[in-house]
């Protein structure tokens, strides 16, 4: 099977979906540009700060990008590259992006509040106190696994004790990345000058740090970078939004698109085979297709990340309406794309049907690299932007989830009705933002210490079953606004179904460990069996309080939740 084929067919479903599918959804559910969004009416130079479309664009998409589209598909090819093809295509355009925008749509309706708040709005407290702490859980596993790989990209050193260049190259890229995203950052919110403008210094400040980059590699190992990247997303989820997140976005969205672009065109240009099976079964090395296809590749097709970043930082940087459909919307259709590539890529470089070594961020950059040599780009050139690019998705993902999970913790201990102003010491501590940011830290940490690959599986369940959440709690939103929701039902019924049949396997497989083969290591399995019991006991209370306001016997409604 032909790669460019392969390209073809799934740019014009994705961008017919966007048009025709999207257009319809906005249509019907209702958007008015003359409105003020919650980015003007609540702005307070934090979290609250309206930008222009392509900077929330660049956040949105950095953001619900991560390793995720590369990562999943890469490891989900091993049932063939049918089965991974039609989840990213199928799940991508009717369960994520409809849960993107759904979510983004009901947050600037609702003040720009949280998926935890319009639970509370329209569920209630509990409902939302038991969502809001399995958020909080979720985030610490992204982070923990997010920060593993990042701190792989950035390793100096190979297995053998040789530096590694490509990674050093990385490492300082990223260092300089940062220092250029806070000095873009303070020229927009002091200056604002025009897209124009903005575009030229951008563009500028990040081809000097490539350049940089590829002529001072830096080497540590790769305990060093996981410290570093640690203390990297404290200061970024506390730090104003416009001091390092949207700018950091804002350049990652140039660098991120132009991978893209480059990749495409080397696709076309170096015309590669798809040289794996078209599928190889419902059961591969003792793992069964249903449902660990469907946990593996998450954010190329309908992740509950996703919905975490629309409605917690996103939707407070909406200047417009009329912005919402194509920063979410359209951000999603784009992850697909690009774990599209990534079905090509890992395709192009497999031999008699078997994957190809190495990890799937390695796989992706090896490939795209050779596509882009074809374009005279030198291979080590092209192979270090490109795991750059990777490793800017992971660590943008990092610094949007540390945020959100930040949030979720100090939401869980108060509601609607609490007075700041009026709080004990104690409850102070709590909701303090340094108190909750380090809390969600140091637990990601421990788990961090365990590597991704122990993370992924339990993360990648949690992550849809979030998903499924999320779907449930938009529902109602629509149901009680008098909306059409009924595009969500049948995403959220499977999803409820395949997530928890996944935790339940994986609860059965630590505890086999225990019992049966006595490999249990007690740190790093014992947190993710109290995680994956945790996150299947709150995941059932909270699907079945919005399946009963979903379903149940319809009240009327209050004109608080008849938000027009």
């Known amino acids: ?71 999943g598909p890469i490891i989900a090819a091993m049932f063939g590259w049918v089965p991974v093809l039609l989840w990213v295509l199928i799940g991508g355009i009717f369960f994520g992006a409809v849960q993107d925008f759904a979510s983004m749509y009901a947050s600037v309706k609702n003040k720009g509040r949280s998926i935890g708040y319009l639970i509370e709005l329209y569920i209630g407290k509990t409902g939302k106190r038991l969502f809001l702490l399995f958020v909080w859980l979720f985030s610490i596993l992204v982070v923990a696994a997010f920060a593993d790989i990042v701190a792989g990209t950035f390793n100096g050193f190979n297995a053998d004790g040789s530096q590694n260049i490509a990674n050093g190259s990385t490492a300082t890229t990223s260092i300089l990345f940062i220092i250029a995203a806070v000095t873009i950052g303070m020229f927009m919110y002091h200056f604002k000058p025009k897209s124009l403008v903005n575009n030229t210094v951008s563009l500028t400040l990040l081809i000097i740090t490539i350049v940089l980059g590829l002529s001072f590699p830096v080497f540590f190992a790769k305990s060093f970078w996981l410290y570093f990247v640690f203390v990297y997303i404290y200061i970024a989820s506390v730090v104003p939004v416009w001091a390092l997140l949207q700018p950091r976005d804002y350049l990652n969205s140039f660098l991120l698109v132009a991978m893209m672009i480059g990749a495409v065109v080397g696709i076309f240009i170096a015309r590669p085979s798809m040289n794996l099976p078209a599928f190889t079964g419902f059961t591969v090395n003792g793992l069964p297709m249903f449902p660990f296809l469907f946990v593996t590749i998450a954010c190329g097709a309908v992740s509950g990340f996703h919905s975490l970043v629309s409605s917690g930082t996103s939707s407070k940087q909406i200047s417009n309406e009329k912005d919402i459909l194509p920063v979410s919307f359209g951000a999603m259709l784009l992850e697909s794309l690009l774990a599209v590539i990534s079905l090509i890529a890992v395709g192009a470089l497999a031999m008699n049907g078997a994957l190809p070594q190495g990890t799937p961020p390695a796989i992706f950059a090896a490939a795209i690299s050779g596509f882009l040599k074809t374009l005279g780009i030198p291979e080590l050139t092209a192979y270090t932007i490109i795991t750059l690019a990777v490793s800017a998705f992971a660590l943008t993902s990092l610094d949007s989830v540390a945020r959100v999970g930040r949030l979720a913790f100090q939401e869980l201990f108060t509601d609607s009705e609490t007075d700041v102003n009026k709080m004990g010491p104690f409850l102070k501590v709590l909701t303090n933002k340094h108190f909750a940011t380090m809390a969600t830290l140091f637990v990601a940490y421990l788990l961090s210490t365990g590597g991704y690959l122990k993370i992924w599986p339990l993360f990648g369940s949690a992550n849809q079953l979030l998903s499924a959440l999320a779907l449930c709690a938009l529902a109602v939103f629509l149901k009680k606004t008098n909306r059409q929701g009924v595009t969500l039902w049948a995403p959220m019924l499977i999803m409820l179904a395949i997530t928890f049949t996944a935790l339940g396997q994986t609860i059965v497989k630590i505890f086999m460990k225990l019992l049966v083969t006595h490999d249990f290591i007690p740190l790093s399995d014992g947190l993710q069996l109290v995680f994956a019991v945790l996150l299947v006991g709150l995941g059932c209370m909270v699907a079945i309080s919005c399946i009963n306001k979903l379903f149940g016997k319809e009240k009327s409604p209050s004109n608080q939740a008849l938000e027009a």
Request: glycine share 12%; no cysteine; aromatic share 10%.
């Open 1 to 71: 099977m032909s790669g460019v084929l392969i390209l073809l067919v799934s740019l014009v479903l994705l961008i017919g979906a966007y048009v025709l599918y999207g257009g319809w959804l906005a249509k019907k559910w209702g958007i008015d540009p003359h409105k003020k969004t919650p980015a003007h009416e609540l702005q307070d130079g934090l979290d609250y700060v309206p930008a222009a479309k392509q900077v929330v664009f660049g956040h949105q998409f950095a953001s619900i990008a991560g390793a995720g589209p590369i990562n």
